[in-house]
């Protein structure tokens, strides 16, 4: 059961996104409750979605390279922290540190006390259920003088944002950090149009579902009628805009009833939802996109088998 200022928001949000003319939309974050979640660890071990494994092996084999650019005793926080798996060798690069704090930031608890329990034994954990920003707020508290912050933000999540929505994000989070301290930021790149319709369009149809549970999702909590057979995943690829787009596209003329919206949403046969955008970059890019937000680009690594980058950015002064 969600709380109820989050619960209106979600109603605020699917009568924004469903009404009236134009592209429907929902956003994506509302992916994720406690199946979505579960369906998004299964896209991750997926053959044909490469992109966890190559941010998870880029920290396996440079996490200490990474975690000496910063110079002092170094803090961690991280943004969606997950099951916290990826971070291991992060965290057990700074086992020298007499002490070492690590800050796991998330809306989910779950996903929290699962983090907790993977991390504890390399550091003291202290989990933070919030927003990003405002768990930021919470860490730049809670930080003692001389320590310096190194910010997660893995998995290629700010591929999610509309790229001016990406660098005012990063802005804000420039402006919860000191100098000498550092974000290290993973971005999906640009790669075969081939490669990237099949990560988000698996032959297994775990994509399709996760995609499909938005509308359960609704079903559920707000109490409407969507008949999923009658939506169809589709990932599309736009090379001039770099993103892949997730859609749900009504394969009937139907009108969907949303009772806690108070909203009856109708479809013409063929028109669809975007439900995500997974933007994907050039190396070149992510260095404008740290410029633009108050950041330097100072080391990027890159994996091999999967176009991904991992970029260390220092704030500028
Ligand atoms: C969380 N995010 C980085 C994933 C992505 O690739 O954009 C979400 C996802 N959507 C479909 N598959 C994975």
Same mark, same amino acid.
């Given at each position: 059961?969600?709380?109820?200022?989050?619960?209106?928001?979600?109603?605020?949000? !699917?009568?924004?996104?469903? $009404? *009236?003319? /134009?592209? %429907? #939309?929902? &956003?994506?974050?509302?992916?994720?409750?406690?199946?979505?979640?579960?369906?998004?660890?299964?896209?991750?071990?997926?053959?044909?979605?490469?992109?966890?494994?190559?941010?998870?092996?880029?920290?396996?084999?440079?996490?200490?390279?990474?975690?000496?650019?910063?110079?002092?005793?170094?803090? !961690?926080?991280?943004?969606? $922290? *997950?099951? /916290?798996? %990826? #971070?291991? &060798?992060?965290?057990?690069?700074?086992?020298?540190?007499?002490?070492?704090?690590?800050?796991?930031?998330?809306?989910?608890?779950?996903?929290?006390?699962?983090?907790?329990?993977?991390?504890?034994?390399?550091?003291?954990?202290?989990?933070?259920?919030?927003?990003?920003?405002?768990?930021?707020?919470?860490?730049?508290?809670?930080?003692?003088? /001389?320590? %310096?912050?190194?910010?997660?933000?893995?998995?290629?999540?700010?591929?999610?944002?509309?790229?001016?929505?990406?660098?005012?994000?990063?802005?804000?989070?420039?402006?919860?950090?000191?100098?000498?301290?550092?974000?290290?930021?993973?971005?999906?790149?640009?790669?075969?149009?081939?490669?990237?319709?099949?990560?988000?369009?698996?032959?297994?149809?775990?994509?399709?579902?996760?995609?499909?549970?938005?509308?359960?999702?609704?079903?559920?909590?707000?109490?409407?009628?969507?008949?999923?057979?009658?939506?169809?995943?589709?990932?599309?690829?736009?090379?001039?805009?770099?993103?892949?787009?997730?859609?749900?596209?009504?394969?009937?003329?139907?009108?969907?009833?949303?009772?806690?919206?108070?909203?009856?949403?109708?479809?013409?046969?063929?028109?669809?939802?975007?439900?995500?955008?997974?933007?994907?970059?050039?190396?070149?890019?992510?260095?404008?996109?740290?410029?633009?937000?108050?950041?330097?680009?100072?080391?990027?690594?890159?994996?091999?088998?999967?176009?991904?980058?991992?970029?260390?950015?220092?704030?500028?002064?």
């Amino acid at each position: 059961m969600l709380a109820p200022a989050l619960d209106n928001e979600f109603v605020r949000d !699917v009568r924004a996104g469903l $009404s *009236g003319f /134009g592209q %429907k #939309t929902l &956003p994506c974050r509302y992916f994720y409750d406690a199946v979505g979640s579960a369906l998004f660890e299964a896209i991750t071990h997926l053959a044909e979605y490469g992109l966890t494994r190559a941010d998870a092996r880029i920290l396996q084999t440079h996490a200490a390279e990474i975690t000496r650019c910063l110079h002092g005793p170094i803090i !961690v926080a991280e943004l969606g $922290s *997950g099951s /916290g798996i %990826k #971070t291991r &060798p992060i965290l057990d690069s700074l086992r020298h540190q007499p002490t070492l704090s690590y800050f796991p930031i998330d809306v989910s608890t779950t996903a929290l006390a699962q983090c907790a329990r993977e991390l504890e034994p390399l550091a003291a954990v202290d989990p933070i259920e919030s927003s990003y920003l405002e768990g930021m707020n919470e860490v730049a508290s809670r930080r003692r003088p /001389g320590e %310096k912050l190194l910010v997660l933000f893995l998995g290629s999540t700010i591929g999610n944002f509309e790229p001016a929505d990406a660098i005012d994000f990063l802005a804000a989070l420039r402006t919860r950090m000191c100098p000498g301290d550092g974000l290290l930021l993973g971005t999906d790149l640009v790669k075969p149009s081939d490669r990237l319709l099949a990560a988000y369009d698996d032959a297994a149809g775990v994509t399709a579902a996760f995609n499909l549970n938005l509308l359960a999702r609704i079903n559920r909590e707000l109490h409407a009628d969507f008949n999923l057979r009658h939506f169809q995943h589709e990932a599309r690829y736009d090379a001039e805009a770099q993103r892949i787009e997730m859609h749900l596209r009504s394969c009937t003329r139907q009108t969907v009833r949303i009772a806690k919206a108070e909203l009856c949403a109708d479809f013409a046969v063929g028109e669809t939802i975007l439900t995500e955008v997974c933007h994907k970059f050039r190396a070149d890019q992510i260095a404008d996109m740290a410029r633009a937000s108050g950041f330097h680009l100072e080391r990027q690594w890159l994996d091999e088998d999967w176009a991904f980058a991992e970029s260390l950015l220092t704030p500028t002064s």
